[in-house]
């Protein structure tokens, strides 16, 4: 396999007092999707927090594109190529669809062809049509998309998705699921936190199951979909 491009060693994170990850250590490789799973609040969201700088952590080491992310602000984390995208969907309502890329434009890596409204909009057909459409007219679902799609215009390696089939019509969870094999065979990683078992079984190559804090099994999707004790277990599906 290549090098990593995202590499964790030993990951730990608090909130106060509490620690709430415990060691937690993998790598998400370019071009593959990697899901975290486990239940509510198994520490996923965290995960990708600590990643981002978001949260008071520590790693053994934590390097993305063999650069160290220790001590860096959020902002130049996504600098060096890491996107991220929140549960909570973040886009400017009074803009429309085509505005809310533009905002996330930034220049290509050199010798690599940068991400356009147009390129996008064939990855999210819904999007293309209701590109003069405002944030505030569109449904959760589609302004997730919009999220994910305006990520992508910073040109990242890989990005980040915190749960992004949460509360989302089945059709559109489709479409996304769809858009996140497209990113994929663009070379995009993506590191996947999900609840959403059937939809992360269905997109990802790897998966770590995270059980309070701590990775319980990682491995290929297929031996974590053979290994139906384990999945009952942990995950309850
Ligand atoms: N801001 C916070 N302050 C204190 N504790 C927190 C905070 N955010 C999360 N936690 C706790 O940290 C643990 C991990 O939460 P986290 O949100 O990472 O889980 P999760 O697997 O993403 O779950 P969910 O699917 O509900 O988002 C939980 O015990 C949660 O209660």
């Given at each position: 396999?290549?090098?990593?491009?995202?590499?964790?060693?030993?990951?730990?994170?608090?909130y106060g007092r509490a620690q709430v990850l415990f060691d937690l250590t993998f790598r998400l490789h370019q071009g593959e999707v990697l899901a975290l799973v486990g239940r509510n609040g198994a520490g996923k969201t965290t995960t990708l927090k600590a990643i981002m700088g978001l949260v008071s952590a520590s790693a053994k080491q934590a390097t993305f594109k063999g650069k160290s992310l220790a001590g860096l602000p959020t902002y130049k984390i996504a600098r060096l190529g890491l996107g991220y995208v929140p549960e909570d969907r973040r886009i400017f309502t009074d803009?429309?669809?085509?505005?809310?890329?533009?905002?996330?434009?930034?220049?290509?890596?050199?010798?690599?062809?940068?991400?356009?409204?147009?390129?996008?909009?064939?990855?999210?057909?819904?999007?293309?049509?209701?590109?003069?459409?405002?944030?505030?007219?569109?449904?959760?679902?589609?302004?997730?998309?919009?999220?994910?799609?305006r990520t992508l215009m910073g040109n990242p390696d890989a990005i980040l998705l915190d749960e992004p089939s949460e509360g989302i019509a089945p059709v559109i969870v489709q479409m996304m699921a769809e858009a996140i094999r497209a990113m994929k065979a663009e070379g995009v990683a993506v590191l996947l936190s999900e609840q959403n078992w059937a939809f992360a079984a269905g997109i990802s190559d790897r998966a770590c199951v995270i059980e309070?804090?701590?990775?319980?099994?990682?491995?290929?999707?297929?031996?974590?979909?053979a290994d139906e004790a384990l999945r009952a277990e942990t995950l309850g599906v």
């Open positions: 396999m290549t090098t990593p491009l995202l590499e964790v060693w030993n990951l730990c994170a608090s803009l429309t669809v085509e505005e809310n890329l533009e905002t996330g434009r930034r220049p290509a890596p050199a010798g690599r062809s940068p991400w356009t409204p147009e390129r996008l909009f064939r990855l999210f057909p819904n999007l293309a049509e209701m590109r003069g459409r405002r944030g505030n007219q569109m449904s959760g679902g589609e302004q997730q998309m919009l999220t994910i799609a309070r804090g701590e990775i319980r099994f990682q491995g290929s999707m297929d031996e974590l979909m």
